[in-house]
């Protein structure tokens, strides 16, 4: 069964680094998400991506972040200068809307320890 | 907004038990509403989902009804066993819109 794949499993940087989490959605899906969890707190969405641009992003996507689909089949979330507050696990979902639905397949997920 | 509440957890019951778990939802429109499971040190899996009101979603023994009437999708499973333990969350979605979680609930099954 196809799935999300997610690299690196854990990612530990220092401060003010950059970062770039990788994700590769289902072959046949057309829209990208991710979303950060963390440790304990609930699952945030931070951005979603349709037709090689963000279709939604929210209040902590902010300039720090930003997607990229480089090729047919990767996805990347960029933090361009990480904080001790970005430490979470990220989680790469895919869809493909059907009939006005659309259901989610997540990624296992990268742990992101920022010291 | 979309928002989701789920009963405060954890939730620690013994194998064989009966389970429900509450979750009710604010949304405008007509959203699908879903359980994931994240098991220890794993990512998100959809459990189950449903489309519109009065779909029964199912899935390894557990159910939950979409009831507009009173904006809830409970998760319930008759018999649980110690492979459940778990932490499960309810979320809502409105087409290719982002998903919007509750808070998780914690569930330890114990032998």
Redesign the interface.
């Known amino acids: 069964e196809p799935e999300v794949t997610q690299t690196p499993s854990h990612q530990v940087t220092q401060m003010g680094q950059e970062v770039i989490l990788r994700c590769v959605p289902i072959s046949n899906h057309l829209?990208f998400?991710w979303?950060r969890q963390i440790l304990g707190?609930?699952?945030?969405?931070l951005v979603?991506f349709?037709n090689n641009e963000i279709?939604?992003k929210?209040e902590i996507f902010d300039d720090q972040f930003s997607v990229e689909r480089p090729d047919g089949s990767n996805f990347t979330l960029k933090i361009r200068s990480t904080k001790l507050e970005d430490s979470a696990m990220y989680?790469c979902?895919s869809?493909e809307?059907n009939r006005?639905?659309?259901?989610?397949?997540?990624?296992?997920?990268t742990r992101l320890t920022v010291l | 907004g979309n928002s989701v509440t789920q009963m405060e957890g954890p939730v620690t019951l013994s194998e064989e038990a009966f389970l429900t778990i509450n979750c009710t939802y604010t949304a405008t429109g007509y959203p699908s509403l879903f359980w994931y499971v994240q098991y220890p040190g794993e990512g998100l899996q959809l459990l189950l989902k449903a489309t519109k009101a009065d779909d029964k979603g199912s899935n390894k023994g557990f159910e939950a009804t979409y009831r507009k009437e009173t904006t809830s999708f409970h998760l319930e499973k008759g018999s649980v066993q110690v492979s459940d333990s778990a932490v499960y969350f309810c979320a809502l979605g409105q087409g290719a819109q982002k998903l919007v979680f509750g808070q998780g609930t914690r569930l330890t099954i114990n032998p």
Do not use: R
């Open positions: 829209y998400y979303y707190q609930k699952v945030e969405f979603s349709y279709s939604e929210s989680f979902a869809s809307p006005g639905y659309a259901t989610q397949y997540f990624g296992p997920g």
